[in-house]
Every structure is written in C-alpha cells, then in structure tokens.
C-alpha cells in the first residue's frame, strides 16, 4: 500500500487530542480508525454534498483494515491522507494514509470499504449521486 504522503490526493489536518494517548504513550489504535472516518466524511460532506442527516443516501462501512508502521502520540496533528482505489456503482473503497508531523513515511495505512444505500431501505443504491461520484473520481489516481 501506498506509503508516501505525495500518493494521496486530498489530506485533512487533524489535530490529536489528550484523551487519544494510552497508558504506552502514543494514540491507541481505535482513535486511527476515527481518524479514517474523519478524512473520509469530511470529503463526502464537503466536496460529495452528502446529507448526513436528511438525505436519502447515506455509507455504510462495509469493511475496514489498518497496517500501524509507526506511533502517533499527542500533541501532534495527523496528516491524513485519501485516495479512492476502487469507485463502484454504489460503493467505493478508499485508502488512507495517517502521517505525524516529522518525516514523509505514514504511521499507518488501511482501506476502508462504504457501500451507498437508500436511508429507508438500506438497500444499495442503483447508482451514486452525481455529486458524490464526481468528487470521488477526483480522487482516484
């Protein structure tokens, strides 16, 4: 998986927080997750006009994976990366770098796999909205 920060077409800085360090010192590894999601809603909100609260698509995380190469530890801010590998009809997988403030190799890498359904349903979306897909083929390599 893609490692340097240069790989990654879109990046949100996300400051740590006190709370994110464990009793060993650096971010435990759920918070890295959360900063997966944040990167990835903060585009889909922003740049994809996804209503998270009234609109009639939402994501589900379908699946997720994270490889740790390095610690984070507060108070850093993480540079989160984001690229898209994979645009479906009404899903997409995203990779996602996490990157500390000194050196370009990432502290961790994973995917994230959402599916797109209707928000009675739950049931997938024939297609992505317009929006959405176009923001996300922006980040496709």
């Not at 650096?26 to 990835?40: L, P, Q, R, W």
């Not at 490889?67 to 507060?74: K, M, Q, S, V, Y």
């Not at 994973?110 to 922006?138: C, I, N, S, Y």
Request: charged share 25%.
């Amino acid at each position: 998986m893609t490692t340097a920060r240069s790989d990654y077409p879109h990046r949100l800085a996300i400051p740590t927080r006190w709370k994110d360090n464990d009793v060993y010192g650096h971010v435990n590894n759920v918070e890295y997750y959360s900063y997966f999601d944040t990167v990835i809603n903060t585009w889909l909100i922003r740049e994809g006009g996804l209503d998270i609260h009234g609109g009639g698509v939402i994501g589900v995380c379908a699946e997720s994976h994270c490889t740790f190469h390095g610690p984070l530890a507060f108070p850093e801010t993480v540079d989160a990366g984001l690229r898209v590998s994979k645009l479906g009809r009404s899903s997409v997988r995203y990779e996602i770098g996490l990157f500390g403030e000194a050196g370009d190799v990432a502290a961790a890498t994973g995917w994230f796999v959402h599916v797109f359904v209707d928000r009675e349903t739950r049931r997938p979306v024939g297609e992505l909205p317009e929006q959405l897909r176009e923001a996300l083929g922006r980040l496709e390599p």
